[in-house]
Nanobody, 125 residues
Framework: QVQLVESGGGLVQAGGSLRLSCAAS????????MGWFRQAPGKEREFVAA????????YYASSLKGRFTISRDNAKSTVYLQMNSLKAEDTAVYYC??????????????????WGQGTQVTVSS
């Protein structure tokens, strides 16, 4: 089973940038599609971005496309989320997730079977 640890969250002013990292342990990272989700206080967890096992297929939440970029480095067993032009409404706990043994990514949280503990992103206006 893959284990995931997110990092890179923090406090940033509106308009700023952050890069989140999710490091995976275990041998299955390169065999897993990966995704990022977020959950704001009082709201349901929502899809942010996802990337297929080989990195060739990428999906974004339509409201975030153009500001966020997902990427992966299979040699480092790490998936990244570059977040630019951050807004106050981007404030949330961000989670990475693995879809082990699947090539294709998914926008549905139920399609993932391993989750990190989350990293807090706070955007001040």
């Amino acid at each position: 089973q893959v284990q995931l640890v997110e990092s890179g969250g923090g406090l940033v002013q509106a308009g700023g940038s952050l890069r989140l990292s999710c490091a995976a342990s275990g041998r299955t990272f390169s065999d897993s599609a990966m995704g990022w989700f977020r959950q704001a206080p009082g709201k349901e967890r929502e899809f942010v971005a996802a990337i297929s096992r080989g990195g060739g297929d990428i999906y974004y939440a339509s409201s975030l496309k153009g500001r966020f970029t997902i990427s992966r480095d299979n040699a480092k067993s790490t998936v990244y989320l570059q977040m630019n032009s951050l807004k106050a409404e981007d404030t949330a706990v961000y989670y990475c997730a693995a879809r082990v043994w699947y090539y294709s990514a998914s926008t549905d949280a139920s399609g993932y079977d391993a989750w990190g503990q989350g990293t807090q992103v706070t955007v001040s206006s």
